[in-house]
């Protein structure tokens, strides 16, 4: 299997700090903004767009988790215990700007699975999306406001977003068969 490493760690910073001001200008400021990270690697990436504002409107914008375990639609294919995380929105949803955060776009049923919790949690005066890698392949008509990279790929390949929170390192990767 061949392995190409196609952002390495100050690239995913350029990113993400670009991504971090793209969201600011998008809401026009910080004000009623809520960043939700999808569990796993969409949380730590959504606390370093939160950081990134931070550092240049001195502003802490809100940081919380989305579960979708059990909203997701192919749930009796992966598994028959799903573990289920905890869901965790510090502030209400009600009429804020939510960004919802996630490593990779490719199909889009995670990001549909994500809509239907936050629908759950309330209503947002929007939601956008904001992802590291944009890999195409959308079986659902969804896409992502901010992007990282756009990574043309084939059905065969893999992109793994590796974070150091989790995987002791900061890079995104190219797997193909």
Known sequence: MKRTVIM???AMDRALMRIAHEIVERNKGTEDLILLGIKRRG???AQRISDNISA???????V?????TLYRDDLSEKTIDPVVSETSVLDDINNKAVVIVDDVLYTGRTVRAALDALVDLGRPKYICLAVMIDRGHRELPIRADFIGKNVPTARSEHVQVNLKEIDKVNEVVLYED
């Open 43 to 45: 949380v730590p990436l």
């Open 56 to 62: 240049f409107e001195d502003v802490k914008i809100p």
């Open 64 to 68: 919380g988790t989305l579960d979708i």
């Open 8 to 10: 390495d760690e100050m």
